[in-house]
């Protein structure tokens, strides 16, 4: 049971950092939309990274609570 809610607490923490990715990624986006009028790169990646990753973090946390149940 130890390890099921250490694997638990992992997940969250990656779906934490996900979302703090997705939001530096929009404020990033944000500013280089108003400083040059058109996103760049980085901000873009970082957005998909963030939502790829909290996505990822919410399909194994369903996954492993249908598991348990």
């Not at 760049?40 to 990753?53: D, E």
Request: aromatic fraction near 6%; proline fraction near 3%.
């Amino acid at each position: 049971m130890n390890t099921a809610h250490t694997t638990s607490k992992k997940l969250k923490r990656l779906a934490r950092f996900s979302l703090f990715i997705l939001a530096i990624g929009i404020m990033l986006m944000i500013r280089q939309m108003y400083a040059d009028s058109e996103p760049g790169a980085i901000p873009l990646l970082l957005v998909v990274c963030g939502l790829g990753g909290y996505g990822m973090a919410r399909a194994r946390l369903r996954a492993k609570r249908e598991r348990l149940a």
